[in-house]
């Protein structure tokens, strides 16, 4: 279930949103009818969820002081906002002759998740300064623990990543996962056969057989969404 964080930017539900992956990772949430969430300690940049000294969360608990470090246990998955396909994305992640990418909305990828447990969705905010980071002093400390994952550098901007955390307190009592966890959902939602925003679209920089290769996959799995190459890289008419 997708859940708001106060004083955290939303998208609108219409909103459109891109995932770009590798082909190997497409073919995994076919199988697996699942979306990766990845430990935010397992991002190159090492300010994920940085809290300068001088805002250190902590709070009251039986009379003692606790500041919290649980990097490990925030699983993050991100999308790119924005109306249309981006060039820079397909570079970021190196994504030349088998790379994919789900383009679906915010309502989508709202209504796929399940019930359990909490997911919260938001804007990242890109700051110069991590002072600019807003305490909040009205929310429980489990939530306030999400806050910081929706900051980063504005270096990072043209990412205009929203992103989704899974609430810390259903992986709490878990021993840490390796590299992050996996996410039931419903694909068919979250890739609407019958929303026009909805499809997959296959790198611009693949042969123009992979596109139909990937088609083939997508209805052996069941599914009957759109597959499109990217026309980025067509000549002009």
Request: aromatic share 14%; hydrophobic share 35%.
């Amino acid at each position: 279930m997708s859940k708001e964080l106060k004083g955290i930017g939303q998208p609108e539900d219409t909103d459109i949103v891109w995932r770009y992956m590798s082909f190997e990772k497409f073919a995994d949430i076919l199988a697996t009818e699942s979306l990766f969430f990845t430990r935010a300690d397992r991002y190159d940049d090492k300010f994920e969820g940085y809290v300068p000294q001088s805002k250190t969360l902590s709070y009251e608990s039986s009379g003692s002081q606790i500041v919290p470090n649980f990097r490990q246990y925030i699983m993050c998955n991100c999308w790119h906002h924005n109306d249309e396909e981006s060039m820079a994305m397909w570079d970021k992640y190196h994504l030349r002759n088998s790379g994919i990418a789900i383009k679906t909305t915010i309502g989508n990828l709202k209504n796929s998740l399940p019930d359990e447990p909490n997911v919260f969705i938001g804007k990242i905010e890109y700051i110069e300064d991590y002072n600019q980071i807003d305490m909040l002093e009205d929310v429980p400390p489990d939530i306030w623990l999400h806050y910081p994952y929706f900051y980063k550098r504005t270096p990072f901007k043209y990412e205009q990543e929203v992103r989704a955390i899974i609430d810390i307190a259903s992986i709490l009592q878990d021993d840490p996962y390796e590299f992050g966890r996996s996410l039931k959902i419903n694909v068919k939602t979250l890739i609407d056969e019958n929303d026009e925003k909805s499809e997959v679209i296959v790198s611009p920089h693949a042969d123009k057989w992979v596109a139909g290769t990937l088609e083939l996959i997508v209805k052996q799995y069941g599914f009957q969404f759109p597959v499109n190459q990217s026309k980025l890289l067509d000549p002009p008419v």
